[in-house]
């Protein structure tokens, strides 16, 4: 088993940042792809970006490129979301997932941590 923790969110004025973390434990090893997502209220989960284990660079949805970095720490087994310019927007309940599998479905998730961005 795989489990994720994430961690970092909070109340943030509009032009802000902050800086989400993403722990794995467990069957770390076996992780390939890792991502973030979020949700924000009354809407579905949509894609935020994510990140391969050989080290390419990630991708990221239209609505943050340019504002959002992903990286990771592979010896730590962690992933961070750098988020610069925040908007008001970008309030909501965001989420780490991870794959063994290059494409497709991510399989593991964490519980969450939320970002509220004040306009």
């Known amino acids: 088993q795989v489990q994720l923790v994430e961690s970092g969110g909070g109340l943030v004025q509009a032009g802000g940042s902050l800086r989400l973390s993403c722990e794995a434990s467990g069957r770390t090893l076996a992780l390939y792809r890792r991502g973030w997502f979020r949700q924000a209220p009354g809407k579905e989960r949509e894609f935020v970006g994510e990140?391969?284990?050989?080290?390419?660079?990630?991708s990221y949805a239209d609505s943050v490129n340019g504002r959002f970095t992903i990286s990771r720490d592979f010896a730590k087994n962690m992933v961070y979301l750098q988020m610069n310019k925040l908007k008001a927007d970008d309030t909501g309940d965001y989420y780490c997932?991870?794959?063994?599998?290059?494409?497709?479905?991510?399989?593991?998730w964490g519980q969450g941590t939320r970002v509220t961005v004040s306009s």
């Open positions: 997932a991870a794959s063994p599998s290059g494409i497709g479905a991510y399989e593991y």
């Open positions: 990140i391969g284990w050989s080290g390419g660079p990630p």
